[in-house]
């Protein structure tokens, strides 16, 4: 079920990495005549504004695009790991974030998100690296204050300030974990990324039972 679930942001992620293999070798095959030419000296350097600001650009609505789709997955592995009830729905679900109940929320808080990790990444980069881990939890917050009250206006400031407090004492744990990963990074990138497959649905099946645990865990606290 983990990987069918996973498999549209797979397929998503190895043909971006063909389009932007293709568009670069285009690139640099028009540069590269360009520069033979003893008049293009202005125009190449134009063309090399052009696609650098196309490809940031590009690149950055990409990002996004992607990680609301993991995010989808996220919430639908949340709640196959507390009900244990596999989705009938898969490829719906793995779209789920983009409903009218958590798009906008979820856009916004992931908004947030990186304008204080860069803000706080302006100090120095590592004071960015560990708000990053504070607010690593702040989608999943956002998913389950809606769950509980779907008609009531959410806070995203709050689910921010309640992953930062959730990630207090625990960001080093989250460090490690993903530390577990490296081998099999390395290992897929020497595959070509054949090895998503199997990597992407292990690896957010991990950080969904990673919140899982947290929550449940402050559950026991508080009762």
Do not use: H
Request: include cysteine.
């Amino acid at each position: 079920m983990a990987i069918k679930l996973n498999l549209f942001p797979i397929v998503l992620g190895i043909i971006g990495r063909i389009v932007l293999i293709i568009i670069i070798s285009i690139l640099i095959a028009l540069i590269s005549y360009l520069v033979s030419r003893p008049d293009s000296g202005q125009f190449t350097s134009e063309m090399n504004n052009m696609s650098k600001t196309g490809s940031n650009s590009g690149g950055i609505i990409w990002n996004f695009v992607v990680g609301l789709i993991n995010m989808s997955i996220m919430f639908t592995t949340i709640d196959w790991l507390r009900t244990k009830e596999q989705p009938q729905t898969i490829l719906r679900d793995s779209f789920s974030v983009f409903s009218k109940r958590y798009f906008i929320g979820a856009l916004v808080i992931e908004i947030l998100k990186r304008i204080f990790t860069f803000l706080w990444a302006l100090l120095l980069i590592v004071p960015g690296i560990v708000k990053n881990y504070s607010y690593s939890q702040a989608s999943y917050i956002f998913k389950d204050a809606v769950d509980a009250n779907p008609n009531s206006d959410v806070n995203y400031f709050d689910c921010i300030t309640r992953s930062r407090k959730l990630m207090n004492g625990r960001k080093w744990r989250l460090f490690i974990l993903q530390l577990s990963f490296l081998g099999w990074e390395i290992l897929n990138w020497i595959v070509l990324g054949l090895g998503s497959i199997w990597l992407i649905p292990y690896k957010n099946a991990t950080y969904a039972a990673f919140y899982k645990d947290l929550t449940a865990k402050l559950s026991s606290v508080e009762e």
